[in-house]
Structures are given as C-alpha cells and as structure tokens.
C-alpha cells in the first residue's frame, strides 16, 4: 500500500492517494489520537482533521519518512494543538465554575487497563506521544523520530524514560498481574518465537505483553 500511495503522489493524483491512506491507516490513527487526547469522539474529529492537513501537504511531500509516519506526525501535531486548546478551556472553567466530575473509567477497561491508561495520561505530554507511537502505532528508527520532530537517539531516549516511568508507577500492578495479562491493546502480539520480556521473579512482564514486540526497550 505504502508504494501505490507514494506513486500516485508521484503522479500528483493526490485525492486518490488520500483515499489508499484513508483506508490503510484511519484505524490507527484514531486510536493513536483516542489514546493521546482520551476522548474517541475528539479522536474521530483529529482524524478528519489529520486528512485534511494532509491534502493540504501532499504537495510538499518529500518521501523523508514513510507515508504512515508522515501522517502520525501531522495527528500528534494536531493533538497537541488540541490538548492546548482544551488545557486553556479548563484553566478558565477552573477559574469562573465548579470543576467537571472526573471522566469515568473506559468501557469494560480490566483494574489494570484502567490504571495504565491513567499512567499514561500523567506522562509527560512528549514521553506520552513517544510511547504510543512506538508501541501503539508501531513505529521505530527513522519513522519515529520523523513523526517526533527529533533525532533518532532523542526519540529512542523518550521511550525509555516513559517505559521506565510507566514501569516505576505500575510495579505493585505488575507484580501481582497474571503473566498473560495484557494492557489496552498498544500493539499486536509479540510475533511467535521472540520470547516476551521477564519480571524480577522470571515470569512474562506484563506490561511487556502489553506493549508489544519488544517491551519495555525503544
């Protein structure tokens, strides 16, 4: 798909090329943007977004990262950018009314899940897009750095502060979690033959199972 999109970019048939990205990658990045802002339905508007600001683009793309990095780095754009926006809104609601009740857990979310996706949101805003990019919408090297905005050393160093922060909140949960337990779904299945990840006790780490190929290392 990756080389159909580029050639028909080529071509300059950008709305057919919109199309083929539409339909390789709107799923993840709804669920990049759903995990980075916390709303599905905020989700479902920054994707709209993310394709119109790509139409916009297309004719300066240059092919430096791969077609899905390039997009993902538009939706984190747009999400930080949206995340300022709903920051500025609370502060004054914060100032002139009552504080909203807090969100409610996600729907059929497991206590673990739960506690991830609240440790996920208390990262830090640029360890936060690091570690979903990586391990959600399975970007690494190059791609990810490119969808970051900074080097491939800077980016692999976010991952590793936000896996180790992550790591440091959730131990007692991790701990005391069954060794198939998997967390909010980051990213398929560790491939068959590489061997997940091990706790202190030498049992599976869950948060490993739930990040996917490679675990906690970026």
Sequence with gaps: ??????????AGDHRQALTRMAEAY????????????GSRDDAEELLQETFIEALRALPRYRAES??????????????IRHLRRRDRRAGL?????????????????TGLEARLGLELARLAPNLREAVLLRYQAGLEG???AA???????????RVSLGIAALRAAMRPELTAAPPTARVLRLTTPTPPGQP?????HGRPDPLSAALGPGGGRA
């Excluded at 990045?29 to 980075?36: D, G, V």
Aim: glycine fraction near 4%; aromatic fraction near 6%; proline fraction near 7%.
């Design 1 to 10: 798909m990756e080389l159909e999109i580029t050639t028909l970019i080529a």
């Design 26 to 37: 709107s799923a993840a990045i709804t669920r990049f943007c759903a995990a980075l802002v």
């Design 66 to 79: 791969t077609v899905r990095a390039w997009l993902l780095g538009i939706a984190r754009r747009l999400c």
């Design 93 to 109: 609601l914060r100032r002139w009314f009552r504080p909203p009740e807090p969100a409610a857990p996600m729907a059929g979310a």
């Design 142 to 144: 190059a791609d990810l």
């Design 147 to 157: 969808a970051l905005g900074v080097r491939p050393d800077a980016a692999r160093k």
């Design 196 to 200: 997940a990840e091990e706790d202190d």
